[in-house]
């Protein structure tokens, strides 16, 4: 590879830009020319045939991902490694699940939430394996390809603030989106930043999105203003808005912004302590030049 190509290749924003269209393109081409026809020949249940293609696609994504970033970058792909995922997938999910257990709890003991009632289990089917994949997408285009680059050029701390906005901004086009849902959005791209600065993988994270997403409707929470992302639990929320969230979901309740909050500053402080906050690229270079 010729040095002109190389510098360009391997300039940050071209390696975001590349990163993100090409993980798109093939998944788009495998679901549409692949996966879709195949499962939707075979198995005449939709429900049934969106699982296995959802998590055809899961494959596709993160194979995509390595082989594309193993051939630019020249390296050992360490943040999708297997090394310590159980770990972290099985906290992840744990907290993320947890911390709108603890709202729920909470709601309850007020009075302001109640189960109606129980509604099978096929939302562990179709439902929860798009739950999978979307989250899966997400932290793959905004942790592993973009706030990984930034952060090794920019620094911990520009790389949080640029993914808090870029992650907000396609959730603000959501029906029934408010101010507080977007003050969450903010705080969660934060979350999930500093979550991948602390572990260096993707795996706390995307289980943490995986939970959160999939905690709500298990509920009967509205998801991020969704309404028929499908539930276990149908319920009823009675109370303050504040507490109980809007018609958006629990991602509106003051709630579920403190407790997020709180995460995120745990996660921020343990990443100082252990020294894993990367500095500006340029401040690196000054550092060996002197």
């Not at 499962?39 to 995509?64: G, M, P, R």
């Not at 995922?85 to 992840?92: D, I, R, S, Y």
């Not at 709890?105 to 129980?118: C, D, E, M, R, V």
Request: glycine share 6%; aromatic share 16%.
């Amino acid at each position: 590879m010729n040095q002109p190509l190389k510098k360009i290749l391997h300039f940050p924003i071209t390696k975001i830009l590349l990163g993100i269209s090409s993980c798109l393109a093939v998944l788009i081409l495998v679901q549409n020319f692949i996966s879709k026809p195949i499962f939707q020949t075979l198995i005449a249940t939709k429900q049934i045939s969106d699982t296995f293609v959802n998590y055809t696609s899961i494959a596709v994504l993160l194979a995509t991902y390595y082989f594309l970033f193993k051939f630019l970058e020249q390296r050992n792909i360490t943040e999708i490694t297997i090394r310590n995922h159980t770990k972290e997938l099985f906290g992840g999910f744990i907290l993320g699940f947890g911390i709108l257990s603890l709202v729920i709890l909470i709601l309850y003991a007020l009075g302001y939430y109640q189960i109606t009632n129980f509604n099978g289990y096929s939302y562990f089917l179709a439902p929860l394996s798009s739950l999978v994949i979307s989250a899966l997408l997400e932290e793959i285009m905004f942790r592993a390809i973009l706030y990984r680059i930034l952060e090794n050029w920019l620094g911990t701390y520009i790389a949080l603030a640029i993914i808090s906005v870029s992650f907000e901004l396609p959730h603000i086009f959501n029906d029934n989106v408010t101010f507080l849902s977007i003050v969450l959005g903010l705080i969660f791209g934060f979350a999930h930043g500093i979550m991948y600065t602390y572990t260096k993988r993707i795996w706390l994270p995307f289980a943490f999105h995986l939970a959160w997403n999939f905690a709500q409707p298990f509920y009967g929470s509205n998801l991020s203003g969704i309404e028929d992302v499908g539930n276990i639990f149908s319920s009823t929320f009675n109370g303050p808005k504040l507490l109980t969230g809007s018609i958006y979901g629990l991602e509106d309740s003051i709630l579920s912004i403190v407790l997020l909050s709180i995460v995120s500053i745990v996660f921020l402080y343990a990443s100082i302590q252990q020294g894993k906050i990367v500095p500006p690229s340029f401040k690196k270079q000054l550092k060996q030049q002197g």
